[in-house]
């Protein structure tokens, strides 16, 4: 190549760099910013919010009535909704052999009674004889023991008249204590058996109402504690204070619901209402977030971070769940830094985002 050439390439260099330089790619745009919301880690301490548990209040003293013998229902003295005294005879059976049975248990202790008065007699006239050489020490010795298994049979009948008598009274159902006829299961004239139930008596004196918790919960409750209960009928209402009175042991089952009564102020809350009773979980300290900010994937569980206007994944442990809360483990996260928990499908690792409160 001649100089002059060369000179030519030198001279023209200038613009085919600048040529190259006006055809080049324009430079990538920066990406829109993705709208979130976001709510604040909280650290939570001791005591978390209240876990709610369903329940039906009921009267304190209720019983279901029996009979203890069976027969047909001639005579039901009480009815519905009807208020009854202790002792009360509410209801009775007919059992054609209740009373013959008593009667003949009851001839029979005579029968014996005499027969002994007799081996008595006899005893007592073999005595005298024996000590005059008349009667044998044999016979006097015969005549010991039928006394002796008179006297036996006597206690035998009459134990076997005291259950006569026994059964004949429990033909009559009497009220164990004062209160109001829940419910009638027999009409007149039905047949009975023996442990069917027949009526149902409720006290109105008191309340309370029987929960079951999971039996993590068991450790943390006592008796005497005081625990909110609500209406759910009327749940703009404010809470009554009931009292734990009964607390369950935990069992072996695994998963078992343990039962928990709780008693209620008098005239508070009324039978048959469906309510709500509060329990306050004692919580280790820990950093809580939204449950909806969780994410799961093949890494395991965490939640995207605002920092500097960018998000960024934070892996954490799920330890518990509160409510709509999640108790985590996190080394990497702090209190009241926001993590978004609205709007998470359409984010990577360091995008820019615009919090909508």
Known sequence: ????????????????????????????????????????????????????????????????LTFQVSGTLTDRQVELGERVAAGQVLARVDNPGLEPGRDSAEARLDELKTQLAQAERELKRSRRLYERGVVSEQNLEQLKARRDSLKASVATARASLAEADQMVAESALTAPFGGRVEALMVEEGEFVGVGQP???????????????????????????????????QNRDAGSVDGRVVEIAQPGSVRGELHPILVALPKDSLSVGLPVEVGVQPRLRASLTVPLLSVMRSSGGTSVFVVRDGKVRRVPVTVDRIIGERVAIESG??????????SGMTKLLDGDPVEVRR
Request: with cysteine; hydrophobic share 45%.
């Open 1 to 64: 190549m001649k100089v002059t050439d060369m000179l030519r390439c030198f001279r023209l260099l200038p613009f085919l760099l600048l040529a190259f330089s006006a055809v080049s790619p324009a430079q990538t745009p920066a990406p829109e910013p993705v709208t979130v919301r976001t709510a604040p880690v909280t650290a939570n301490g001791e005591s978390a919010a209240p876990l709610r548990f369903a329940g039906i209040v009921q009267a304190r003293q209720r019983a279901t």
């Open 198 to 232: 027949v009526m149902r008596l409720s006290s109105p004196d008191g309340r309370e109402v029987e929960i079951r918790v999971p039996a993590y919960l068991l450790g943390q409750v006592e008796r005497g504690q005081t625990l909110p209960v609500w209406s759910v």
């Open 332 to 341: 990497a996260l702090s209190a009241d830094e926001p993590v978004v928990y």
